[in-house]
């Protein structure tokens, strides 16, 4: 099986800027084999697409919701996927969720209020 931690949420002003990490680890499979995405869910609202990139990190996908503020990028030497956040919305208040191939981190809270 594959484990996914994110780390990186907190509480941030109106904004302000966040990066997230998500560190990949696992016996059988190998990080840059599989595409990687974000997720975010807000209370009492249904899980959404953030971002997504490729194998290779050559093709990028974001909602429209956050284009332009959020990047998505990948390390994969060091197993590990990233999602900076700028500019900064309450809108953006979310528990957030990485993927890797059908394995999904437990989340981590972004709050942006002031």
């Known amino acids: 099986q594959v484990q996914l931690v994110e780390s990186g949420g907190g509480l941030v002003q109106p904004g302000g800027s966040l990066r997230l990490s998500c560190a990949a680890s696992g016996r059988t499979f190998t990080f840059s084999s599989y595409g990687a995405s974000w997720f975010r869910q807000a209370p009492g609202k249904a899980r959404e697409f953030v971002a997504s990139?490729?194998?290779?990190?050559?093709?990028?996908s974001y909602a429209d919701s956050v284009k332009g503020r959020f990047t998505i990028s990948r390390d994969n030497a060091k197993n590990t996927m990233f999602l900076q956040m700028n500019s900064l919305k309450p809108e953006d208040t979310a528990v957030y969720y990485c993927r890797l191939h059908v394995y999904w981190g437990q989340g981590t809270q972004v709050t942006v209020s002031s």
């Open positions: 990139m490729n194998w290779s990190g050559g093709s990028t």
